[in-house]
């Protein structure tokens, strides 16, 4: 069965630490991925997208990789702040261009950063 | 949030209630969404849509409808709504030749059935 699984536990991490969160899918072939931000009570806010032939892409204090051989993308918040503190989405594009187009989401990893 | 807005934004009914709720958005944007939001199941397609003579069932679109009345419009219906309906529910828009498929949420509505 197609699964996106991400870290089940809510994930503490020292202020300044480096936080990494995962993605893992099953039984899909994506042509995108992207990591989103949600806080309480509110919608979800894109912050990255990183396509199937690109390795790695960089954002200010965040990082995307993405093996398609090992089906996983890493997210990573350099440097946190209490401020990161939110649920992390990832999602799966399965096309990036054509009608059929849409995004599967993941459930989430919440993530606390402690001063 | 403001370029996507959803009204209302927390609703309590009754079971067997029909229930609608509305998004609207100034983006631009031809291709709307619905989506509800249970813990730990993450956030489910209910319906899509990519231009408004074009809809789509998502996931989850038993025991719900849907209308897209213009491209800024796109309504989202409980005919007649159950307890295990009771989530969050986010409208969301995205444009399709911006390449990126981002998708730009609503505020969300929490709904209750009681």
């Known amino acids: 069965s197609q699964k996106i699984e991400q870290n089940s536990e809510a994930l503490n991490i020292q202020e300044g630490k480096t936080a990494t969160l995962t993605c893992n899918y099953t039984?899909?072939?994506?042509?995108?991925l992207q990591w989103y931000r949600q806080d309480p009570g509110r919608g979800p806010v894109f912050l990255l997208l990183?396509?199937?032939?690109?390795k790695e892409k960089r954002k200010e204090r965040l990082k995307v990789t993405f093996d398609t051989t090992l089906k996983q993308s890493l997210f990573h918040i350099t440097a946190s702040q209490p401020a990161d503190s939110a649920t992390y989405l990832c999602?799966?594009?399965?096309?990036?261009?054509?009608?059929?187009?849409?995004?599967?989401f993941g459930s989430g990893t919440r993530l606390s950063i402690r001063p | 949030d403001a370029d996507v807005t959803q009204t209302p934004r927390n609703r309590i009914t009754k079971t067997g209630k029909r229930i609608m709720l509305e998004c609207s958005q100034t983006?631009?944007?031809?291709?709307m969404y619905w989506y509800r939001q249970d813990p730990g199941l993450g956030l489910r397609l209910i319906y899509y849509?990519?231009?408004?003579?074009?809809?789509n069932k998502g996931e989850i679109s038993d025991g719900y409808s849907v209308s897209r009345q213009a491209q800024a419009k796109f309504s989202l219906s409980l005919e007649s709504a159950i307890p295990n309906q009771t989530a969050l529910y986010f409208c969301?828009?995205?444009?399709?030749?911006?390449?990126?498929?981002?998708?730009?949420f609503g505020p969300g509505t929490r709904l209750t059935v009681l």
């Open positions: 990183i396509r199937e032939n690109e």
């Open positions: 849509s990519f231009d408004v003579k074009d809809i």
């Open positions: 039984n899909y072939s994506p042509a995108y």
């Open positions: 999602a799966l594009g399965l096309s990036l261009y054509s009608s059929a187009s849409k995004i599967i």
């Open positions: 983006k631009g944007h031809d291709r």
């Open positions: 969301a828009t995205s444009d399709f030749y911006g390449g990126r498929g981002e998708q730009f």
